[in-house]
C-alpha cells in the first residue's frame, strides 16, 4: 500500500480529524519529484495509491499527479479520500471525469445528515451543502464514489438518519461505510467532546445497516472488533489502516475463535477506555 498525502492543508477543520490541523497545517506541502518517485516505485502486483492529506484537491499540481500516476501505472488501483467539497463546482469533476482514470475510486466523507451535526464537526460554514453536492456532481460523472461516515459521540445517534438521508439523495454511490475512529490528533485533544464507547455505538448502526440494506447500498463497517457486534454484521466488518502498529489484540483476544477474522482495536481507544467491551467467543 503507498497512501500519500499530496498536502497538509484543509479547508474543513474537523474536530475529529486524526492529526492535530493547527500543527499540519503549517507543514509543507511534500515536493512534486517526492511524490512522484513514491509513485514510480508502486509495485502494480501487490500495491495500491492513496491519494490524500490534508485535503488533496487544494494541491495546485492535483491533476498533473494523477495523470503521472496513470501513466507510470496504466492499471494500478487509485483510492482518492477528499471531503469532497471542490467537487460542488462542476467543471472541477468534470475535469477529472476527462483523464478517464479507471480502477479510480473516490472515498468521501459525510459526518451529518444535515447542516448542524455536519459542520459541527466539519467547523466550517457551507462545507455540509458543498459536500453533498460534491458527491452528487461525483455520481453525476460516474466515478465509483464510497460514503464514509466517521463516527463520534456528535454524530452517533444520527446513524439512521445520515443512511436514510444518504440512500436517498446518492443512489448511485458505490457503498457506505461506518468508521470506527482512532483516537489520534484533534480527536484526542478533543476527546471529552468526541469520545464514544464503541458498544454504544452498535444498535444505531445496526438500524442505520438495515435502512441501506432495504435500500440496496453496499455497507461495510471499518474498525469495528467482531464480537461487539451481532452475528449478521459480522461479515461486513474490515479492517483497512496499513498502520497495523496502531491496533492491538485485549487478553480476552487470546483464546478468541473470531481472532483471525477480526480487525482487532485501536490502540488509542483501549488507552481512553479500556478493554471491558471486548469478550471471548468460544
Ligand atoms: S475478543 Fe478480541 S479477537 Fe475476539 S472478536 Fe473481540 S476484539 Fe476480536
Not at 169 to 174: I, L, R, T, Y
Not at 204 to 226: G, S
Amino acid at each position: 500500500m503507498t497512501d500519500y498525502p499530496l498536502t497538509f492543508k484543509c479547508n474543513n477543520n474537523c474536530i475529529t480529524c486524526i492529526s492535530k490541523t493547527s500543527e499540519i497545517s503549517k507543514i509543507s506541502d511534500p515536493r512534486i519529484q517526492d511524490i512522484k518517485n513514491a509513485i514510480e516505485k508502486i509495485n502494480p502486483r501487490t500495491d495500491y495509491l492513496g491519494l490524500g492529506g490534508g485535503e488533496p484537491t487544494l494541491r495546485k499540481e492535483f491533476f498533473e499527479i494523477l495523470k503521472y500516476a496513470r501513466k507510470t501505472n496504466p492499471n494500478i488501483y487509485i483510492f482518492l479520500t477528499t471531503n469532497g467539497r471542490i467537487f460542488s463546482y462542476k467543471e472541477f469533476a468534470k475535469k477529472l471525469s476527462k483523464l478517464s482514470l479507471k480502477n479510480f475510486r473516490v472515498g468521501v466523507a459525510l459526518y451529518g445528515h444535515n447542516e448542524k451535526i455536519h459542520e459541527r464537526i466539519t467547523r466550517c460554514r457551507g462545507s455540509f451543502g458543498q459536500t453533498v453536492k460534491g458527491i452528487k456532481n461525483l455520481i453525476e460523472f460516474g466515478f465509483h464514489v464510497e460514503i464514509r461516515v466517521i463516527i463520534s459521540r456528535l454524530n452517533y445517534k444520527s446513524l439512521p438518519h445520515i443512511a436514510k438521508f444518504a440512500a436517498e439523495k446518492f443512489p448511485g454511490m458505490e457503498r457506505f461505510v461506518f468508521v470506527n475512529m482512532k483516537y489520534t490528533g484533534n480527536a484526542l485533544k478533543n476527546r471529552k467532546k468526541v469520545l464514544v464507547k464503541i458498544s454504544k455505538v452498535v444498535p444505531l448502526t445496526e438500524r442505520a445497516v438495515k435502512i441501506l440494506k432495504e435500500n440496496n447500498v453496499n455497507t461495510k463497517l471499518y474498525h469495528f472488533p467482531l464480537c461487539i457486534l451481532p452475528e449478521n454484521l459480522r461479515n461486513m466488518a474490515k479492517g483497512v489502516t496499513k498502520e497495523a502498529g496502531e491496533l492491538t489484540f485485549v487478553k480476552v483476544c487470546e483464546k478468541c475463535r473470531l481472532r483471525e477474522d477480526c480487525p482487532r482495536i485501536w490502540k488509542s481507544y483501549v488507552k481512553l477506555v479500556g478493554d471491558k467491551e471486548f469478550g471471548f467467543v468460544g
